[in-house]
């Protein structure tokens, strides 16, 4: 069965909150075996490792990664769980959709909108 568009919308909500936690959606849509430390991790994205943390401790807090300590450190691998991941599958197959993303950034963007001004309010 699709996930139907309130599903996605709760998976955006839920998941989607910085630019980092959807390049890691991406990411492990794309990589589902991928199981690898935040800095490797960050190297495949070309993005910082500091960052990256921060949406892989968002993604895991919510179940979408599982953790596992190795002597590596601290690694990251997508959940088994079947519901995430068809989700997952499902919103990694509606990133094709220009109007999908288009949509989806100006939702990040306003979320990011209103954060800054709630910080700037206090």
Partial sequence: MVPQNSE???FIDKYVVSFIAWDLLVFFARNPGAFDT???IARRLGRKADEVQKGLKHLS???LLTTKKTDRGEVYFLSTNPEI???LDEFLMRM???SFRLNL???LLKKRVLE???SNAI
Avoid: C, Q, T
């Fill in 8 to 10: 996605i919308d709760e």
């Fill in 38 to 40: 935040p800095e490797g």
């Fill in 61 to 63: 807090a919510n179940s």
């Fill in 85 to 87: 991941r068809k989700v």
């Fill in 96 to 98: 094709d959709n220009r």
């Fill in 105 to 107: 950034l100006s939702r």
């Fill in 116 to 118: 800054a001004e709630n």
